[in-house]
């Protein structure tokens, strides 16, 4: 009976680990922990800059290209990570008003969780930091991660020596075309649309990372992680981490962005915008009755030419201010609609959703819009919807 039973849990925790409730994982956190995770620019010695050598003195000192902050409870069994643009104002205790990814650059981890804790209003428990290089060894070490790549994206980036050519559609990428995919910012939205790409990107991580054969990996990624990564987090701290994150139900697994708009080159975030999102991030919740403020875009990315229009006009007899974009260039169709909820507003994502008769996923991720709340990505099962807003 010991052995049917010791025998049963090992294969839902590789196979199904999301059904076993936080209190009964083994070696999984027991209390809620906030971490900063940065990935921070390549940093090459001048004599060996044509052999793309790395300073190891200096390989977690750069500025941080990608900064996220990653809330992990085991009490609500949800975790939700918080992008924040590289090119946000912020001061930085001692050095002014400056971009938040100097904050690295300038003292080190420390001052930059210091900066990025100020900022957000709460305690930060551990630091996380990445050299790019890394990336690369540990997508090559987990056979590459699978993407939709939404647009062309050509460049050639001459100073990490990294050339980036990936057409639309899905792509399983190879280290250094995930470093291509996750440091591209040569579009119209610059580095918020490289945000918008990373969530992409840690998306297709987690649904790899939910495959049972990765978590076979896991002890050579442990030792590629010793070479590449920077933190405060031990051994066993991170196994606890890893044991917790691969077995949030998809459902409470939420990304979001830090909202805000240019200002010339940077990106500004008012107390208001940032004390809503951090209350997501902790947990809080809003519940938006009031469908004249849930500004939605739609998107047709269907086989029915004409959809976008005739979804919109159905959701403004709703209430909703809505605005159709022009679709990306696909190679396919989409069959099934996103509703993505631009800023973790979950509830505002379940009344669009049950507006459109309960079609559609909802995915909590800062990928749609940045002007709206809600973005519909219309697919071929809104087709029937199509003929109430005649």
């Not at 939205?189 to 297709?204: E, K, P, T």
């Amino acid at each position: 009976m010991l052995l049917g039973i010791i025998g049963g849990y090992t294969y839902i925790l590789m196979y199904k680990p999301a059904s076993i409730p936080p209190q009964f994982r083994v070696g999984s956190l027991r209390d809620p922990e906030t971490i900063l995770l940065l990935g921070v620019d390549v940093v090459y010695t001048e004599i060996d800059r044509r052999h793309k050598k790395i300073d190891q003195a200096q390989a977690f000192n750069g500025r941080s290209d990608t900064i996220m902050v990653c809330r992990m409870d085991p009490y609500r069994d949800a975790m939700t990570i918080l992008s924040i643009p590289r090119d946000t104002q912020v001061a930085i205790p001692g050095n002014g008003v400056q971009k938040v990814n100097a904050a690295n650059a300038i003292g080190g981890a420390q001052l930059a969780t210091s900066t990025i804790s100020q900022m957000l209003g709460i305690p930060i428990d551990h630091y996380v930091v990445l050299n790019v290089h890394g990336l690369v060894e540990l997508v090559n070490e987990l056979g590459g991660v699978t993407v939709q790549v939404p647009k062309k994206m050509k460049y050639m980036d001459w100073t990490a020596k990294l050339k980036i050519d990936l057409e639309p559609g899905p792509h399983t990428l190879t280290g250094n075309q995930a470093m291509g995919f996750v440091r591209f910012r040569h579009d119209a939205l610059g580095d918020i649309g490289r945000v918008q790409r990373q969530q992409l990107f840690i998306h297709a991580v987690m649904e790899k990372a939910l495959q049972p054969d990765s978590w076979s990996h896991l002890p050579k990624l442990v030792s590629i992680g010793q070479e590449y990564i920077s933190t405060d987090l031990s051994p066993a701290d991170i196994m606890q981490i890893a044991t917790f994150a691969r077995a949030v139900p998809k459902k409470n697994q939420q990304l979001a962005m830090l909202p805000g708009q240019f200002s010339g080159n940077d990106w500004v975030s008012s107390p208001k915008d940032i004390r809503r999102m951090v209350s997501r991030l902790m947990g809080s919740s809003f519940v938006t009755a009031d469908r004249p403020k849930v500004r939605v875009t739609v998107v047709n990315e269907s086989s029915v030419p004409g959809l976008g229009q005739k979804i919109a006009r159905l959701l403004r007899a709703k209430g909703y201010p809505v605005f159709v974009k022009p679709p990306e260039k696909r190679p396919a169709p989409t069959k099934q609609t996103h509703i993505i909820a631009q800023k973790a507003n979950t509830e505002d994502a379940e009344m669009v959703k049950g507006d459109l008769g309960d079609h559609g996923d909802i995915v909590t991720a800062s990928v749609g819009d940045i002007d709206s709340e809600i973005t519909v990505i219309a697919g071929d099962d809104l087709q029937p919807l199509s003929s109430a807003s005649k």
